[in-house]
């Protein structure tokens, strides 16, 4: 699997930065990522009561348009009633039935027909309805981390060799690029742990943010919305940022689906390749907690 994982961190980035600029500029900017068409593709979902969810995709290639593929997605749940904020990966090989096309790999929906194929592929395969979503080009990464200063990681052993530039484990700062290639390695591990790694970097970001001046956060926005598109109007976006910011959270719980113990990946033929083969019922009924019934998740799956 040659094509690169990007982290999605736009979206996260947004919803901190959102309440701190100016209402005129900040509207002008947001409705610049609004995607018209595919909203217009995406039918709403009621939500269950105080639970937000949006899918972030990374995009594979420098465009987030249709026809490139989703090597990263990520839902993140801000969940109201347990105040708190969480984030579930999606393995891009997880082997599911793209309506319209074939059995697959999720990472084909999107570029067969954009985020709205996606998001009713997640839906009947996994039993979630999520109507709202946000897609990054893989060029946004770099300037985007760059762009706050850095990231704190603290690199493993096995992981410092995987990193151009960095030179000793622990703690420290990674420059956008270093970042990426944090966020790509697969060789030493798995692509479940390079999943990890991608959420790794979004708490990170998170974290930097925090520490950063309020008068900082208009260049930022403008560099990130530069590479952003998505289907909320900017009072979604807006009142989903008042929302988020509400929560007290500062360590975001994680979940990797298909669950451990639960998947097998293994190569069906040359024209599939490696796929994630998965326990439909165990998997439906433990991401469907996780997302809309965290206290019994906990209860059954933890």
């Given amino acids: 699997m040659k094509h690169l994982k ?8 947004l919803l ?7 209402f005129g500029a900040l509207y002008y900017k947001l409705n610049s990522m609004y995607d018209k068409e595919e909203a217009n593709q995406i039918e709403k979902v009621e939500e269950a009561d105080g639970i937000t969810n949006i899918l972030l995709v990374g995009v594979d290639g420098e465009n987030v348009d249709r026809g490139n593929r989703s090597d990263s997605m990520i839902v993140l749940t801000i969940d109201s009633n347990n105040n708190d904020i969480r984030l579930t990966s999606l393995a891009r090989d997880t082997y599911v039935d793209i309506p319209g096309y074939s059995t697959e790999k999720l990472t084909h929906a999107y570029a067969y027909n954009g985020p709205s194929l996606l998001l009713e592929t997640i839906k009947n395969n996994f039993g979630i309805n999520i109507d709202k979503y946000v897609s990054v080009s893989f060029s946004s990464f ?3 981390i760059n762009e706050i200063g850095g990231v704190q990681i603290d690199v493993t052993d096995k992981e410092v060799s995987e990193i151009p530039g960095v030179n000793k484990s622990g703690s420290q700062v990674l ?3 270093q970042a990426l290639s944090y966020s790509r390695i697969r060789y030493i591990d798995s692509a479940y742990q390079r999943d990890s790694r991608q959420r790794t970097v979004l708490q990170a970001v998170y974290n930097k943010l925090s520490t950063i001046p309020k008068s900082e956060f ?13 289907n909320m109007t900017p009072m979604e976006i807006i009142s989903i940022s008042n929302q988020a910011l509400k929560t007290s959270d500062k360590k975001f719980d994680e979940l990797e689906f298909p669950l451990e113990g639960h ?9 599939k390749g490696w796929v994630i083969e998965w326990e ?7 991401i469907y907690k996780y997302i809309f019934d965290y206290t019994n998740y906990i209860k059954e799956y933890q």
């Fill in 142 to 144: 770099i300037s985007i």
């Fill in 218 to 230: 208009l260049d930022i926005a403008n560099t990130l919305l530069r590479y952003m598109k998505t």
């Fill in 16 to 22: 901190v930065s959102i309440p701190l600029i100016g």
């Fill in 263 to 271: 998947r097998t990946g293994h190569t069906i033929n040359s024209e």
């Fill in 280 to 286: 439909k019922e165990y998997n439906k009924n433990a």
């Fill in 175 to 177: 420059t956008g690029e």
């Fill in 6 to 13: 990007k982290i999605v961190i736009g979206l996260l980035i």
